[in-house]
């Protein structure tokens, strides 16, 4: 982060390297598969097809993702020192935890670690104190294999197979993970552009139940949700290819202003406090950081943040 590097200093200690834990490595990784490893084959077989159709990605899962929603359209509208203003340094040596939900090929996730450590592009370490960890999840095998092979950060960021809504295996899977730094929830949580998929695929129900797993994960949420154009074009793209349509899009009761409608779920039925919204991308999706209502006593929104809110219009904070 700008201006930081001395709060960056201490390494992290070597029980905690998640990654690199052969035993528990292994274990998520047959977690992970699914009963049926022939499914990663397949998967791997169609890749070629997805990419020539790209509409046919009925989870969002777009190979080249980044091409069209490049990282930094995201990432000029957070400050680079957020995290260290949510977080800031104490006696107690323990990493930032982030879960990215539907991390794709791992661009954005990749792009956030550098962005929140201010490192420069081709800069795979820097002398920092307090270490980020991001588990990064998405549904398709194929993907995140990719994004696996690509990470600069293989340290620091762990990617795995993931269906969000199978609730077994996210608990085995998450917990896992946090077990090694003996923690229960996430520091931040960020939800990129997927709550659309969810309610196409689950319905207003699992939408729902997917924010409430969020929400009970995570102490912070960042989240982008799609706008309801985004919705029509989905499922236009779909029947343009003659693939079977989203069961639930026509009888969905949640829609309208979904920015509006997710910060109605989030704080009315889950909890949380918004805290900010950084404003907008160029494709018109609102960035919104939420937190836990339960530690407003202990992390007060920090002043630097509500200053920065009054000396820029882009960025608009709500209080509860």
């Not at 409430?212 to 949700?225: G, I, K, Q, T, W």
């Not at 639930?248 to 109605?264: E, T, Y």
């Amino acid at each position: 982060m700008r201006d930081s590097a001395s709060l960056w200093t201490r390494p992290l200690a070597s029980g905690f390297r998640f990654r690199r834990d052969p035993e528990v490595r292994l274990k998520l990784m047959a977690l992970s598969a699914g009963p049926d490893a022939a499914g990663v084959e397949k998967a791997k077989a169609e890749e070629e097809p997805r990419i020539l159709e790209p509409g046919a990605a009925p989870f969002g899962n777009f190979p080249h993702y980044s091409r069209f929603h490049p990282p930094e359209q995201r990432l000029r509208l957070l400050p680079p020192e957020l995290l260290r203003r949510l977080f800031p340094p104490s006696s107690e040596t323990r990493p930032i935890l982030g879960l990215d939900v539907g991390c794709n090929s791992g661009d954005l996730s990749v792009a956030l670690y550098r962005h929140f450590l201010s490192l420069h592009d081709g800069e795979t370490c820097s002398d920092v104190s307090r270490e980020l960890r991001f588990l990064c999840c998405d549904i398709d095998p194929v993907l995140v294999e990719r994004a696996e092979k690509e990470c600069p950060f293989p340290d620091a960021l762990t990617f795995i197979t993931l269906d969000f809504m199978n609730q077994r295996t996210r608990k085995v899977l998450l917990s896992s993970f946090l077990s090694q730094f003996g923690r229960s929830v996430f520091d931040i949580g960020f939800c990129m552009s997927v709550t659309m998929w969810i309610h196409l695929n689950h319905g207003d129900h699992g939408l729902w139940e997917f924010l409430a797993h969020l929400s009970s994960l995570c102490r912070y949420l960042l989240v982008e949700p799609q706008p309801w154009k985004c919705y029509r074009a989905a499922a236009r793209r779909v029947r343009k290819l003659g693939l079977h349509s989203f069961d639930h899009f026509h009888s969905l009761a949640i829609r309208g202003d979904m920015a509006s409608q997710i910060i109605q779920l989030l704080t009315q039925d889950h909890g949380m406090e918004l805290v900010c919204c950084f404003g907008s991308t160029s494709w018109d999706r609102s960035l919104l950081l939420f937190r836990a209502k339960h530690t407003i006593e202990t992390h007060p929104i920090p002043e630097s943040l509500m200053e920065e809110g009054n000396e820029k219009d882009r960025v608009k904070f709500w209080r509860q």
